[in-house]
């Protein structure tokens, strides 16, 4: 699963921005898709995660103020920002999870993009 994702930039605190990520590839098996991020200096952490079935979970430092959406058929995930902040300045991951069933046993990867920064000015 190769995932591209866009939209990254520069903003002032108060502002919005939207990315995008496609996910190309030989599969037939996501079962979600979703956004991380990493700040400088921090781990990796969960902004949102889309799953086929179900509800969509948000870190609670972006409820209220981010949406993410699907579009499965086209295997993409976007994710609105509104009201954005200075501590929401990070390089945001797209991520996919496969889950699959062989002969072997039950299988569960997940894939990262190449990242896109956004940047919130004060």
């Known amino acids: 699963v190769q995932l591209q994702a866009s939209g990254g930039g520069l903003v002032q605190a108060g502002g919005s921005l939207r990315l995008s990520c496609a996910a190309s590839?030989?599969?037939?098996?996501?079962?979600?898709m979703g956004w991380y991020r990493q700040a400088l200096g921090t781990a990796r952490e969960l902004v949102a995660r889309?799953?086929?079935?179900?509800?969509?979970t948000y870190a609670d430092s972006v409820k209220g103020r981010f949406t993410a959406s699907r579009d499965i058929a086209e295997n993409t995930v976007y994710l609105q920002m509104n009201s954005l902040k200075p501590e929401d300045t990070a390089v945001y991951y797209c991520?996919?999870?496969?889950?699959?069933?062989?002969?072997?046993?039950?299988?569960?990867?997940?894939?990262y993009g190449q990242g896109t920064q956004v940047t919130v000015s004060s």
């Open positions: 889309v799953p086929n079935i179900g509800t969509t």
């Open positions: 991520n996919a999870e496969r889950e699959w069933s062989d002969d072997v046993g039950y299988h569960k990867m997940k894939y």
């Open positions: 590839g030989t599969f037939s098996d996501i079962s979600a």
